[in-house]
């Protein structure tokens, strides 16, 4: 027992995981000491300085989503991952645990056996999945051998296939094929690529000018530094809102501001919020330069031609326009939707009424943004990140039931591929037999095997 939850909390610290990741690819590569405790180091710091930097961004962000919430007088559910993890690990944290970490076999398996030649390396999003997955066969009352074997079949397969759904977007973003995007909003993501597709030339090139491309007059060139223009936009929107509720409710306002001035706080908020993404892009220059050569080792001995799947801020820095102009797209895309749910409320339609989560409108509205733009320029970019605001808002209110029946009131899953994987097999849990959720659970893993075992005997011939 105290093993085992050694194992789950290595493995679900990215940093550590990461690290010995890259290690193995280094030491598979029969590097010298010096570079072998240099580049697990620099992996790891690369891993601390991202997270270090996403903690900064959640630490400004949030405060902005409370006081919409309390501005404009909208009560209702803020999906949150690590609200719903926490619940579920209370419940669960053995069988998570052992799902989480045979699933990552499961995964290493099909990169070696299939063409989903994708290891997924974010390791907290991997250990939210199981405890996903985990309670979602709770449900169809799986325990066990059968609990596991699905469980870890599941985990292995979404951690393979959703690399592979983004692979040909990514390669759009990145401009080669050494990386791969491990995020489970994925779906949203290439949603958001496809729709860029629309405002592409009818070459494939894009039409029109990209999110970078944008000419600001001469008197605003200082715009172009991307830490000015995202902390004053932020300023901007944290200005407004803030502003409607120190007039509205200015007692419950006082209370997320503090003793200070309100002014001053969102001045402060929006260049702390600029200067997490100023570390996160950071950290990530850190991991590419040190993870990609190092995972040459596990591509060439342990798995030939594998990908690293690592998690999103690794494109930000490809298109550093499109992540605010994706963040706030995004965020508008999650007020329309809210809007529909209240008026399908009013209308005798019960729903679960989602409020914009500033986090995953910030973390994967970005992403669909700087995917959209890839593929369709700035266009493709605000239509995709719109796009992928109402949709994650939609499978979130899809999903929440669900997490009610277990007893997680007042918050659900929140990016895309949770709530859809969520939402897929939590209906067949309520609706078929725990024989046939394995059955479909052993398919799902052996069918891209059996594809590329047949693709293999056809080139043979």
């Not at 890259?22 to 000491?33: E, N």
């Not at 402060?268 to 950071?282: E, K, W």
Request: neutral net charge; hydrophobic residues 55%; contains cysteine.
């Amino acid at each position: 027992m105290t093993v085992l939850l050694f194992i789950q909390e290595v493995l679900s610290t990215p940093a550590i995981f990461v690290g010995l990741v890259a290690m193995l690819g280094l030491l598979l590569q029969k590097s010298g000491t010096q570079t072998v405790v240099k580049g697990t180091i620099m992996t790891i710091l690369g891993f601390v300085v991202l997270s270090a930097g996403s903690s900064v961004v959640q630490q400004a962000i949030i405060p902005f989503g409370n006081l919409f919430q309390i501005a404009f007088g909208v009560e209702g559910v803020v999906p949150n991952n690590e609200a719903v993890v926490s619940l579920g690990l209370s419940q669960f944290a053995v069988e998570t645990a052992s799902i989480f970490a045979l699933g990552m076999v499961a995964n290493i398996l099909l990169a070696r056996f299939s063409n989903l030649k994708y290891i997924f390396l974010t390791g907290h999003h991997s250990l939210y999945m199981a405890c996903l997955i985990t309670c979602i066969l709770e449900i169809a009352g799986m325990s066990g051998w059968k609990l596991y074997l699905a469980g870890a079949l599941i985990l292995g397969f979404v951690m393979a296939f959703f690399p592979w759904l983004m692979n040909p977007i990514i390669k759009e973003v990145v401009g080669d094929d050494s990386v791969a995007l491990g995020h489970f909003g994925s779906f949203c993501y290439w949603m958001s690529g496809m729709i860029g597709k629309m405002f592409g030339g009818k070459d494939g090139s894009k039409k029109g000018v990209t999110t970078e491309d944008v000419n600001f007059p001469q008197g605003l060139s200082f715009l172009r530094n991307n830490n000015i223009s995202i902390a004053l936009v932020m300023f901007v929107c944290y200005f407004i809102v803030a502003a409607v509720a120190v007039v509205k409710v200015p007692v419950e306002a006082a209370e997320i501001f503090g003793e200070g001035n309100w002014i001053l706080y969102a001045v402060t908020q929006s260049i702390t919020f600029s200067a997490g993404i100023y570390i996160v892009l950071a950290g990530v220059r850190l991991l590419i330069n040190e993870i990609v050569p190092a995972f040459k080792g596990i591509s060439e001995k342990l798995v030939p031609n594998a990908k690293p799947a690592l998690d999103c801020p690794i494109i930000f820095t490809f298109a550093p326009n499109a992540v605010l102009i994706g963040f706030a797209s995004s965020f508008i895309g999650g007020i329309v939707a809210m809007a529909v749910l209240i008026a399908m409320n009013n209308a005798g339609l019960a729903a679960a009424l989602i409020l914009p989560g500033a986090v995953v409108h910030f973390f994967c509205g970005a992403t669909a943004g700087v995917c959209g733009n890839a593929t369709g320029g700035l266009k493709g970019c605000v239509v995709g990140s719109f796009i992928h605001g109402i949709v994650v808002t939609f499978l979130s209110a899809g999903l929440y039931p669900l997490m009610g029946s277990l007893g997680f009131v007042g918050t659900t899953f929140s990016d895309a591929d949770f709530t859809l994987v969520g939402f897929v097999f939590g209906t067949l849990s309520q609706t078929v037999s725990q024989t046939v959720i394995l059955a479909i659970s052993i398919v799902l893993f052996l069918i891209p095997i059996v594809l590329y075992a047949v693709s293999g005997k056809n080139k043979a011939n």
